[in-house]
């Protein structure tokens, strides 16, 4: 009995190890948010004091349960929502409104009904400046990359809705933005499409080594996906947890100690979920392991 605690009790250690606090100096930031705030006109404070720094070809997922302002944090870096305290930047430059080296892909997969596939590729290039002769060949290269060879000509709405994500992220790989920006595009699949989708764009990712931010409140989607995992809370939207994920690519659902840091995620999600006032004490620091950063810290006065 106490030899199989002391096992499960360095497994759940060995695998919070793989989870490490992410370090990154903003002068080398790709992207750079900072003392970022959001309030609505009906004054719903979404985001506060938000600082994050990502660098060149990192995949950060930003987790949190609903309303804790992922959107909100995602369509300010898009340029939709024009931050009312802070700045965000890219390369240095701050940015003010959409610009083309950032792509915002959402649950729906947004394509034009009226085109083929390849042809909702090759309009998006097109309106990207890219040469007519060049189009067709690049928009096939994608298509190929997304497994859905043979459905070029296809329109919309005679492909499923994994297929239509799949001409989406073709789309959106073709355009080939510095940063691509996503918000639960898997929200609405199926599980077993989810899975695949999932597979799939990890391993587009480790080939591109594109810089991703996506959005999910799927704690074991962002362990399987992110190079870092961003933990949010709300009332206010905060980021409450920047943690690297040390666990090697490809990664797999079923890996335990995927699973194992999962629990450990979820734990802290429901520690900064909770109001100050009905908070557990102490908090659960027994649980947490005797290096690293990954103790709860007071929750930030409001
Ligand atoms: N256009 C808006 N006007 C007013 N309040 C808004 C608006 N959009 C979002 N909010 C509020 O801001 C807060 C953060 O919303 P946001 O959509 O960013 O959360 P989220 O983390 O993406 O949630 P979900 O997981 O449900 O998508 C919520 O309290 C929400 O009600
Ligand atoms: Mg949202």
Same mark, same amino acid.
């Given at each position: 009995m106490v030899r199989a605690l002391l096992a499960r009790w360095k497994k759940w250690r060995s695998s919070l190890r793989l989870l490490q606090p992410a370090h990154v100096d903003p002068g080398r930031a790709k992207i750079s948010i900072a003392q970022l705030g959001h309030r609505y006109a009906n004054k719903?404070?979404? &985001?506060? %004091?938000v600082n994050l720094n990502v660098r060149t070809g990192e995949f950060v997922c930003l987790l949190g349960?609903?309303?804790?302002g992922k959107s909100t944090l995602l369509f300010a870096l898009a340029g939709h929502v024009e931050p009312t305290g802070g700045t965000v930047s890219i390369d240095g430059k701050r940015i003010h409104g959409p610009g083309p080296d950032r792509l915002l892909m959402f649950?729906?997969?947004?394509?034009?009904?009226? &085109?083929t596939v390849r042809g909702n590729i090759t309009f998006a290039l097109a309106a990207r400046g890219i040469p007519r002769d060049e189009r067709r060949a690049r928009a096939d290269t994608f298509i190929r990359r997304v497994q859905? $060879?043979?459905?070029? %000509?296809? &329109?919309?709405?005679?492909?499923s809705g994994g297929m239509k994500m799949r001409a989406s992220l073709a789309r959106a790989l073709a355009v080939d933005p510095a940063v691509l920006l996503m918000d639960?595009?898997?929200?609405?699949?199926d599980a077993q499409t989810r899975v695949h989708m999932q597979e799939l764009l990890q391993s587009i990712w480790m080939r591109t080594a594109k810089t991703i931010v996506f959005v999910t409140h799927d704690v074991q989607e962002a362990l399987m996906l992110g190079t870092r995992v961003v933990l949010m809370a709300p #009332?206010?939207? #905060?980021?409450v947890r920047d943690l690297e994920v040390h666990?090697? /690519?490809?990664?797999? /659902?079923?890996d335990a100690r995927l699973t194992e840091m999962a629990r450990h995620v979820r734990r802290l999600l429901r520690h900064f979920e909770v109001p100050d006032s009905e908070?557990? $004490?102490?908090?659960?620091? @027994?649980?947490?392991?005797? @290096?690293?950063?990954l103790r709860p810290s007071p929750l930030p006065s409001r």
């Open positions: 719903v404070v979404a &985001l506060h %004091d349960p609903s309303g804790c649950q729906e997969a947004a394509l034009f009904p009226w &085109l859905l $060879t043979g459905f070029e %000509d296809s &329109l919309p709405h005679q492909l639960e595009p898997f929200g609405s699949l #009332r206010p939207g #905060r980021v666990l090697p /690519m490809p990664r797999s /659902m079923e908070h557990p $004490t102490p908090p659960p620091r @027994r649980a947490l392991p005797a @290096r690293g950063l």
